[in-house]
């Protein structure tokens, strides 16, 4: 399977990082499918740090089965649903740690993040939520949580996003 990561740096070495952000699926590696997606991110990640800064799709090749393999714990999300928008909300709200080593679902941009930011003030119910959410062309993402399986995501190739 191909993947990539949008970022400000040519990453040949996944690693898990800290982050200042609270983010969807909580603490890990996050890449894409999707290499629009990638492309976006990393120009909007460009565009907080500075003019000064260059975007980067960086290109990885994992094997299918390692998302079915025994010695990891996957959660895959296959619609942005009620245990989809539970477990983003509270990666958000709070940097707690879940204990899956890979995360595949929806991701939420910054289009579904008004409307999770109503649902979190009260002002969307649930259902009015969800709802919402599935008129979204929704992107996916695809986290890695666990430090072991950074070697099991191989570098191919980067390029330069303008």
Known sequence: MKLYHGSTE??????????QRLLDFGKGFYTTTNVDQAEKWALIKRNRLSAEAKSFVNVYQIDDQLLHDVKYKVKQFNEANEEWLDFVVNNRKEDKFHNYDIVLGAVANDTLYKTLSLYETGILTKQETIIRLKVHKLFDQLSFHNNNLMNEINFVSYYEVF
């Open 10 to 19: 040519i990453v040949q070495f996944p690693t898990i990082q800290d982050s």
